[in-house]
């Protein structure tokens, strides 16, 4: 028996590279393959291309100084640049603010940091994944706090962090707060300003008061390897990567041309047609999410209740294991996921359902599809057509019965 066609709904995860990223990226594999950093004439002309891309790149974010885009090769290295560094540059600060709901790439590294003496405030979430304004303003402690990280958008639900407001809170606190965001599920499929004079309508995010925006290029269809640091002309930050002069000393290491060359061309090909791309992606995901809550009994979308991507949909499936439905998928040829990918491996509850409070029956049992603008509605008709069909055939054999779950639920 054949195998059925591929449908992709993970772009969360990753995301394919598009033929005119690839196009735009071939001719630094081949003839223009040289180092930027080398001082004869072809060297010269990769690097007036890497000055070019650095350029484009920076007029995405409304910027006006390109030498505050910093390449790197992921988000995650970003995230590790920003916090590390900013942790060497300022002795006097031992405290950090994040959240309970960050990207492991965050998490994991506020987890060191404690445990080289600094003190860290993981915020909560309410059920619905909303940050509490009160909350944050109260964790501030003037003179003492040396770095917020909160992420734009959540990686597993989509849901939406107000960072323009939050990044301006801090500021009037306390001038010399330093304020990230890993912005690596929002950077293109959200107008994202990072200009001094603010953004330049209402459709933008307003960001004039981060001082750091982490993102990654593989989720917005440029290759993986290649990401970057937005850091602010004069934030403290120490280099994370040392051992050469590359990007004006602040990170050592040849940079990855072709790649960087490829993000540039995937911004600006996101730009074009941003707004058509978010309104038909919301539309199709809504669609996809009112019909499958028509058709399946005991499903919730979590964080349906917040402000969210238009792009991401988190469905908990009560009284059935996760892993389960999405072998099942998979064997119907449709790419989803349980949450992060850099989590996939472990058999623990995602710590963002947890934190969002998920009841018991339905937190192993999470699915997140994530769309991208080449998702049809053909292939959402198909999941829809498929997927109340694998619940109902697990849920019948499942070792869970409702009752059980309801008298789990009452401990």
């Known amino acids: 028996m054949s195998r059925p066609s591929l449908i992709y709904v993970d772009n969360n995860a990753t995301t394919c590279v598009t033929p005119e990223v690839r196009e735009a990226m071939l001719p630094?594999?081949?003839?223009?393959?040289?180092?930027?950093?080398?001082?004869?004439?072809?060297?010269?002309?990769?690097?007036?291309?890497?000055?070019?891309?650095?350029?484009?790149?920076?007029?995405?974010?409304?910027?006006?100084?390109?030498?505050?885009?910093?390449?790197?090769?992921?988000?995650?290295?970003?995230?590790?640049?920003?916090?590390?560094?900013?942790?060497?540059?300022?002795?006097?600060?031992?405290?950090?603010?994040?959240?309970?709901?960050?990207?492991?790439?965050?998490?994991?590294?506020?987890?060191?940091?404690?445990?080289?003496?600094?003190?860290?405030?993981?915020?909560?979430?309410?059920?619905?994944?909303?940050?509490?304004?009160?909350?944050?303003?109260?964790?501030?402690?003037?003179?003492?706090?040396?770095?917020?990280?909160?992420?734009?958008?959540?990686?597993?639900?989509?849901?939406?962090?107000?960072?323009?407001?939050?990044?301006?809170?801090?500021?009037?606190?306390?001038?010399?707060?330093?304020?990230h965001t890993d912005a690596t599920q929002s950077v293109t499929k959200r107008r994202i300003s990072l200009s001094e004079n603010g953004a330049p309508t209402e459709e933008w995010d307003d960001f004039r008061y981060v001082d750091m925006l982490s993102c990654s290029g593989h989720k917005f269809h440029a290759p993986k390897g290649v990401g970057l640091l937005f850091i602010r002309r004069g934030t403290p930050l120490r280099p994370y990567l040392i051992g050469g002069h590359q990007e004006s000393g602040r990170r050592g290491g040849t940079e990855n041309v072709p790649y960087i060359i490829g993000m540039a061309a995937a911004m600006k090909q996101a730009a074009a047609t941003h707004s058509a791309d978010e309104k038909r992606i919301r539309e199709l995901r809504d669609y996809f999410e009112n019909t499958l809550l028509e058709n399946v009994q005991d499903v919730e979308i979590n964080g349906q209740q917040a402000e969210r991507m238009g792009n991401t949909t988190n469905i908990s499936c009560h009284f059935i294991e996760g892993e389960s439905i999405l072998y099942e998928l998979s064997a119907e040829g449709i790419c989803a996921s349980s949450g992060s990918a850099c989590t996939s491996g472990s058999l623990d509850p995602s710590h963002v359902l947890r934190a969002m409070k998920v009841p018991f029956s339905a937190v192993h049992g999470s699915i997140r599809f994530s769309f991208s603008r080449f998702t049809t509605k053909e292939e959402v008709d198909r999941i829809l057509e498929v997927f109340p069909r694998i619940i109902e055939r697990l849920r019948k054999a499942s070792p869970y019965s409702r009752e059980n779950a309801v008298k789990e639920l009452k401990k």
């Open 28 to 179: 630094y594999f081949e003839g223009l393959y040289f180092n930027p950093s080398s001082m004869y004439e072809p060297a010269m002309k990769v690097a007036e291309a890497l000055k070019t891309a650095r350029r484009e790149i920076a007029q995405q974010f409304f910027l006006e100084e390109s030498s505050e885009i910093l390449f790197t090769s992921c988000a995650t290295e970003s995230n590790n640049h920003a916090i590390f560094g900013a942790g060497q540059a300022n002795f006097s600060r031992r405290h950090i603010i994040t959240t309970q709901v960050e990207h492991p790439a965050v998490l994991e590294v506020c987890a060191e940091m404690e445990r080289r003496g600094f003190q860290v405030t993981y915020l909560p979430v309410d059920r619905h994944g909303r940050l509490d304004k009160k909350l944050f303003i109260q964790a501030l402690e003037p003179g003492k706090t040396l770095l917020v990280s909160i992420m734009h958008a959540n990686n597993e639900t989509g849901v939406v962090f107000p960072v323009g407001e939050l990044a301006r809170i801090t500021k009037e606190t306390d001038p010399e707060i330093l304020f």
